[in-house]
């Protein structure tokens, strides 16, 4: 590990292109290049599910997401940094971003058993014994993972919480985040900041400047998708998109829908996550421009002999039926499962790399207008 290193001498974002508050930029990691935006499987246990490392690259991923809370239980982050860190533990040599572990300890908010100024207790969620969690030892588990990119503790409330618990988390968020910029991390680790407030302008704001004030290498709309409606959602991360730094990354936690996907990058995000694609897979869902999604349970596949997307290049739409998918989905075939995680991580990001490309030439709303007419059209049902 290193000491803190102040982030605003190691700039290691840079725009490319801009098109409205769109941004094509590169972040620069340990473990290579990033371009943004940039869509982040997630691999929660060290593992995108079902998928090997390197049908992920082939798949057109360039970075990861690991989750600190279950990796900390589970085999532990010192059993991990033994075995040569996260890179070497799952097979993987791209960047690398991992949570700090706050997200799942409040919204799963039955263990909490005490919040304070140091940090937050709870019950572990394997076994329930106490537990605790500190801006601290949270730098310190993403330290022995060994992460290109660690975030910060943060409080993060329910959709519903008051303006008094909104105001108390950016307080508490604000003071955690200064005690973990200023501790040790691993050698050329990133740490991002996460903004709280709601959709409260005044509060966002304030935890906006608060963090910017102290400086990180990146910063992230927090507390977001979380049961707000869309169109609040929308609309702050459009207002607060533009109160964060122009040359620092953004990073909207936790959106994985096509439709919401280009939404943020229109509104200036430049890198996201979500376990939908993967999630949808498991339940038996295609992502597909013929309506957004095939639920491929329905009848209407059982003799359905074209692929999930025509011109798709993953394995399921290059080599098989919507009708043998609905076959292996319906009787609960591992392969049917993995073959749609597949097609739905190649069809969200091969959707991003479009944008990207719409950026750089400077037509991100004709590229956005056309891909939701098609994600938005209903799908022909035969008679």
């Known amino acids: 590990m290193v000491p803190h290193r102040d982030p605003a001498r190691m700039s290691a974002f840079e725009l490319q292109a801009t098109d409205g508050a769109a941004r094509a930029g590169t972040l620069r990691t340990a473990h290579g290049d990033l371009r943004t935006p940039a869509f982040m499987p997630v691999g929660t246990k060290a593992t995108v599910k079902s998928v090997d490392p390197r049908e992920l690259r082939d798949l057109g991923a360039e970075i990861l997401l690991g989750n600190t ?4 239980f589970r085999p532990g982050t010192q059993t991990i940094a033994e075995l040569g860190g996260l890179h070497a533990f799952m097979g993987w040599d791209g960047p690398i971003l991992t949570d700090s572990g706050g997200f799942q300890v409040f919204s799963l908010r039955h263990t909490i058993l005490r919040l304070d100024d140091d940090g937050v207790a709870f019950r572990s969620v394997y076994d329930g014994d106490p537990a605790r969690l500190t801006p601290e030892l949270a730098a310190h588990a993403q330290a022995e993972l060994g992460s290109d990119i660690a975030m910060c503790l943060d409080v993060c409330p329910p959709a519903d919480a008051s303006r008094a618990q909104l105001e108390e988390a950016v307080r508490l968020t604000s003071l955690w985040a200064a005690r973990q910029r ?23 704001r304030r935890s906006i400047d608060q963090l910017a004030e102290l400086g990180f290498d990146g910063y992230a709309h927090g507390g977001l998708a979380i049961g707000e409606s869309r169109e609040q959602m929308f609309e702050t ?15 909207f936690m936790g959106i994985g829908d096509p439709e919401g996907i280009l939404e943020v990058i229109a509104r200036g995000v430049d890198m996201f996550d979500c376990v939908l694609p993967t999630r949808n897979a498991r339940t038996g869902t295609a992502l597909s421009w013929e309506g957004g999604r095939l639920n491929l349970r329905n009848a209407r596949f059982a003799r359905d002999p074209a692929p999930l997307d025509e011109g798709c290049a993953c394995p399921a739409c290059t080599r ?17 499962h993995r073959l ?19 950026i750089e030439r400077g037509e991100l709303q004709s590229y956005k207008d056309a891909a939701l007419a098609r994600l938005q059209a209903a799908p022909e049902v035969p008679s």
């Open 69 to 72: 809370y279950h990796l900390h």
């Open 320 to 336: 098989f039926s919507r009708a043998y998918l609905r076959h292996l989905v319906n009787q609960q075939e591992l392969l049917g």
């Open 340 to 358: 749609l995680t597949l097609h739905n991580l190649r069809f969200v990001l091969d959707l991003v790399a479009g944008a990207r490309a719409a």
């Open 182 to 204: 200023d501790a040790d991390r691993a050698n050329g680790q990133l740490l991002f900041g996460i903004a709280q407030g709601g959709t409260d302008q005044e509060l966002r």
């Open 237 to 251: 991360t459009a207002w607060a998109s533009d109160l964060l730094p122009e040359d620092q990354p953004r990073y």
